[in-house]
């Protein structure tokens, strides 16, 4: 899948390990790139239910956006990029969704 990043300071700190981890620690910076390797590897959003991270879409005022663990109680969240696959109802299809824009690490809990 194609990722993309809301924040270009972001995007420069994912993509230097060293950064990572000055900015979240060993344990997250670590979680932070798995989660990026998986959400490149597969094709679209759906593929991304049964796999390792617990990624989810989520609800209420997060409606459209999926997130996934990292440690306890952050979660990389993402979007779909423009323009949106959408259900007879409205709603996001998602497996057809093969690009997407991470909007940060979020405690939203």
Do not use: Q
């Not at 809301?6 to 620690?25: I, K, P």
């Not at 597969?42 to 609800?59: I, T």
């Amino acid at each position: 899948m194609d990722v993309d990043f809301e924040d270009e300071s972001f995007r420069r700190e994912a993509e230097s390990h060293r950064t990572l981890v000055r900015r979240n620690g060993d344990k997250r910076a670590s979680l932070i790139e798995r989660r990026l390797n998986t959400l490149r590897a597969v094709d679209n959003v759906a593929d991304l239910r049964p796999l390792p991270g617990r990624f989810h879409p989520l609800s209420a005022d997060r409606a459209g956006e999926w997130a996934c663990d990292l440690d306890h109680p952050y979660r990389l969240v993402f979007e779909a990029t423009p323009p949106t696959p959408t259900l007879p109802d409205g709603g996001v299809d998602w497996s057809w969704v093969t690009r997407i824009t991470i909007r940060g690490v979020v405690d939203y809990h």
